[in-house]
């Protein structure tokens, strides 16, 4: 465990040094934040029986910014230069499983950025635009609903971070490497509730839509935080979080060890 955890560190405080790009995504995250939340605020004013409150789609909105990072956008490029160059077989001559150490190097990719935006987008959310924009702010949640929620967010980094960690293993598998992390980040995207919230597709739908992996690391933390779910019903969230991790954990698993018995190296 401490070659993995050291693995985390040094990943993780290598991140850290991004902090102009931090900066720059962080305003371009409000940006998008305000005009998602005068949509839906234009849409709410035009309908009553919305399945949320204004006050929590709101929140909603917030909360997807400020974590959207935990979104699997694209591959590791570090790992994916790995494989197109064979140097991947360094990585099978240490004494650390190779899937624990994509995975370990996912955990340190799907917070560190996260963090540096987070803390600012909460104070932004919280405290800079009641000033100007009463009822466009993040409502802060109870004592509970925030415990429940840190859960939570744990979960959905331990979810995507699974889920990075298979598209890093699916680029044994194909030429370019692109089509795979290009799929499932936009499915992540448009079923995770970053482009529309959850709550709001077909009723029909949904039950398919919290059946995906991709709502429990957007949709579903967000929810919790804002009220719309209960604390019983986050404990739910917690499980569906878990059982896709493990779940996501053992097809990864799985198909790298497939992957590595077709692996040939050319070269010296």
């Known amino acids: ?3 993995y955890a050291a693995i985390i560190a040094a990943r993780f405080k290598a991140l850290l040094q991004y902090r102009a790009a931090a900066l720059g995504g962080l305003f371009t995250q409000i940006f998008f934040g305000l ?24 929140g909603y909105v917030w909360l997807g910014q400020a974590t959207l990072l935990l979104i699997p956008w694209r591959a590791d490029e570090d790992v994916a230069e790995q494989i197109r160059t064979g140097t991947v077989v360094y990585e099978l001559t240490r004494p650390l499983d190779l899937w624990g150490s994509w995975f370990a190097r996912s955990l340190a990719w799907r917070t560190a950025p996260v963090f540096l935006r987070l803390v600012p987008m909460f104070a932004f959310a919280m405290l800079v635009v009641p000033a100007f924009a ?3 702010e993040l409502a802060p949640p ?14 959905a980094v331990m979810l995507s971070s699974a889920l990075t960690a298979l598209i890093n293993v699916t680029m044994m598998w194909t030429i370019s490497g692109e089509g795979v992390p290009m799929l499932i980040a936009t499915f992540a995207t448009m079923f995770g509730g970053l482009v529309i919230p959850l709550p709001l597709f077909p009723d ?4 398919v839509l919290y059946a995906l ?4 690391i957007l949709d579903l933390p967000a929810r919790v935080f804002t009220g719309d779910l209960s604390l ?3 404990g739910l969230v917690l499980a ?4 896709w991790t493990l779940v996501l954990a053992a097809g990864g698993r799985y198909l790298l060890m497939r992957g590595l018995r077709r692996l040939v190296v050319q070269g010296g």
């Open 142 to 155: 109870s004592a509970a609903a925030f415990a429940l929620w840190i859960g939570c967010f744990a979960g």
């Open 1 to 3: 465990m401490m070659g």
């Open 35 to 58: 005009v998602r939340v005068m949509i839906l605020r234009a849409f709410y004013a035009a309908r009553t029986d919305a399945p949320m409150s204004l006050t929590s789609v709101t």
């Open 134 to 136: 009463p009822g466009w």
């Open 213 to 216: 992996p991709f709502a429990g």
């Open 232 to 234: 019983a019903q986050g």
């Open 240 to 243: 569906h979080q878990l059982v």
């Open 204 to 207: 029909w739908l949904k039950p």
